[in-house]
């Protein structure tokens, strides 16, 4: 196994790290996103025990890291970070001579917010504060996302005070209650009470992947059963409002805590294996 980094931008933080296995046994090229509550404290290490684990079984792995509240992120720059890292794979494997036309994002914890969202941002208005150029796609689209205990709705999030208020730390003061489900999404109208325009300007709006449904790609949503940092309500609930929306998404609980999903021993991160040898 081989390990690079690639920087996609001039910030410290702007990189990922290539994995590649001494023989390539799967089609798939998997994304990992590290979690921590988009907090600066924690970084791309709490994903390389993952990545090499499955660099060792055959896939192919990058890990993007990205700035984080504390040093450089927020909103837009963690998500501008986290899709430009994402689009660099496409160049690194142009340069590598690699195939990576078939790519699974793998996202834990607040990582798993940002890989759901992610598969999503084709749709995102053009032009939205530099997290897209009008007229240009995402060079690297997602056709599949395993979201590990994924912080995937935001407004309810918000509304727990998660983490000391860590969405809240990521994207700013809310100017009004968020709404509690999917509403229009990120195309139409305004879908909430915060009085943002239909030029997506909200980033409490543009950020939740509970309010950027259906989305093109199955979601598959790990949660652990006895998860005591993320509320199984947060995959609970998009899993019911994915569904509702006319996209595909479910629901495994899997056994043992949220750190459980990233031990690369764990029985949890197993289910997690089986899943992806099965997108291959």
């Known amino acids: 196994m081989d390990c690079t980094r690639h920087s996609y931008g001039p910030d410290p933080s702007q990189y990922a790290e290539l994995y590649l296995p001494a023989r390539r046994r799967y089609a798939a090229v998997v994304v990992l996103i590290h979690g921590g509550y988009w907090r600066a404290a924690y970084g791309a290490e709490l994903a390389r025990p993952l990545a090499a684990d499955l660099a060792g079984r055959g896939w192919i792995c990058w890990n993007v890291e990205y700035r984080r509240a504390g040093n450089g992120g927020g909103w837009p720059e963690t998500f501008d970070d986290v899709a430009s890292g994402i689009d660099h794979l ?25 890989a759901v969202w992610a598969a999503g ?63 229009q999404g990120l195309g139409g109208e305004d879908t909430g009470p ?3 325009g239909p030029d997506g300007s909200d980033p409490y709006r543009l950020a939740d992947p509970l309010r950027n449904l259906p989305l093109p790609v199955p979601v598959y949503a790990f949660h652990a059963e006895q998860d005591a940092d993320v509320p199984r309500e947060l995959s ?34 197993a289910r997690i294996r089986q899943a992806l040898e099965l997108l291959g």
């Open 90 to 114: 496409a160049i690194i494997a142009q340069r590598l001579g690699f195939a990576a036309d078939h790519v699974v994002g793998l996202g834990h914890s607040a990582g798993g917010q940002l």
């Open 121 to 183: 941002r084709g749709r995102l208005p053009a032009g939205t504060l530099g997290l897209r150029m009008p007229g240009v796609a995402p060079r690297v689209q997602f056709d599949a996302v395993l979201s590990q205990s994924g912080v995937l709705d935001l407004a309810r999030a918000h509304e727990l005070g998660l983490s000391g208020g860590a969405v809240e730390n990521l994207l700013g003061r809310h100017r009004g209650r968020a709404a509690a489900g999917p509403a």
């Open 194 to 196: 915060e009085g943002a």
């Open 236 to 269: 609970e609930r998009y899993v019911v409002a994915a569904q509702a929306a006319g996209g595909e998404a479910e629901l495994i609980i899997v056994p043992g805590d949220h750190f459980d999903l990233i031990d690369p021993a764990s029985t949890a991160f």
